[in-house]
């Protein structure tokens, strides 16, 4: 069955369906990278987003078990792919793509110019756009709710490293991706993960052994979609950990949440980093990282009382991570637990508890 993609600008264009048969609407963005596309589906960071693949063969090596999805569903709203295949090849493939989509309800076309609409969107911004078979939709912008909220848990859960803990994380699920919850377990660190609206300095728990406030060494803010000034209690929880100088580490989101819990600003890019190459230059020195990356905002210039650009972006200049001058807390806005993408980045968990310990 033919469906057809309606853009804010008018466009529209045909394409064949390969996903389930339902409208739906959402942010057209485009992401450019070659592989990872299950980890990507199911990052919470594409909540309510229509996602153009720009590499032509999409599918080819089918979806693997769940245990190696970024969560547990697809989290885009639609799918747009210049070539799809249908047969797929590879060892840890499970379904094929076309069947996932529809188990999930996702739709999916397949439109030949993918470049073409990548182009349109780097020329004149990401647009709100829709997916539509039958009787036609509203256009929809995600941005306007609050997506952290649809997308964070609504429970508490606890990570426990096989060896004896020697740190713990409260964990502040944004819409966090699960390998960045692997890369603390695996380094030892006992992981508390929560809500977003989730107040440690004011909230009782049963998690902590004699019941009230919950004991922990750092906090983390997690990444997620849509604009982090949504994300308004989260904010507040993160301004009385600063307040308490707790080490904080933020990532992709909460790097913007960080910023602006220490009065710093935020805004929307043009048309948002989404890829696998974004090459960010260590601020004060020659150091270049090639980091995966997934957002629609960042930081502003000015920055918050007491911090300094850390990592500033080789392609547009943005500011990429923010750290206190003195104290164990800082921020990036790229992945450094890669699911997709490079590792370069991963030492970033090391140094970051390496401070705390200090």
């Not at 990548?118 to 609050?146: C, H, S, W, Y």
């Not at 949504?230 to 960080?258: R, S, Y």
């Not at 629609?296 to 000015?302: E, H, L, P």
């Not at 992945?335 to 310990?357: T, V």
Request: some cysteine; overall charge neutral; aromatic content about 10%.
């Amino acid at each position: 069955m033919n469906g057809k993609l309606i853009l804010a600008d008018g466009t529209t264009i045909e394409g064949n369906s390969f996903g389930a048969e339902v409208s739906r609407p959402g942010e057209m963005v485009f992401a450019t990278g070659m592989v990872g596309y299950p980890e990507s589906f199911t990052d919470p960071s594409f909540a309510g987003q229509i996602l153009i693949l720009t590499y032509p063969l999409i599918g080819n090596y089918g979806v693997p078990d769940k245990s190696q999805w970024e969560s547990g569903k697809i989290q885009i709203a639609g799918l747009i792919v210049s070539t799809y295949n249908d047969t797929p090849s590879h060892f840890d493939s499970k379904q094929t793509l076309s069947s996932w989509l529809k188990k999930e309800g996702v739709p999916a076309l397949e439109i030949k110019d993918t470049r073409g609409l990548a182009q349109k969107l780097r020329d004149n911004g990401a647009m709100l756009g829709k997916i539509v078979f039958g009787k036609d939709i509203p256009f929809t912008d995600p941005n306007t709710e609050n997506l952290v909220a649809r997308v964070s848990p609504q429970e508490t859960k606890v990570y426990t490293p096989g060896v004896n803990s020697n740190k713990t994380i409260l964990f502040i699920d944004c819409g966090a991706k699960e390998n960045i919850v692997r890369c603390w377990v695996k380094r030892g660190v006992k992981v508390i993960r929560v809500p977003w609206d989730f107040d440690p300095f004011t909230e009782s728990s049963n998690l902590h052994p004699k019941g009230g406030k919950l004991n922990f060494d750092a906090l983390f803010i997690s990444n997620g979609p849509g604009d982090p000034k949504m994300a308004d209690k989260t904010i507040e929880t993160v301004k009385k950990a600063l307040q308490k100088d707790i080490p904080i580490l933020g990532i992709c989101l909460g790097n913007q949440l960080l910023a602006l819990a220490a009065g710093g600003d935020t805004y929307k890019l043009k048309f948002g980093h989404r890829s696998q190459n974004q090459p960010c230059i260590m601020v004060g020195t020659p150091r270049c990282f090639i980091t995966t990356q997934n957002h629609g905002f960042a930081v502003s210039d000015k920055m918050p009382k007491g911090f300094k650009p850390w990592f500033i972006n080789a392609n547009d200049n943005s500011i990429e991570g923010i750290i206190h001058e003195s104290k164990p807390i800082m921020s990036i806005q790229f992945h450094p637990e890669s699911s997709p993408g490079p590792m370069d980045a991963e030492w970033i968990f090391d140094y970051f508890l390496n401070r705390i310990k200090k």
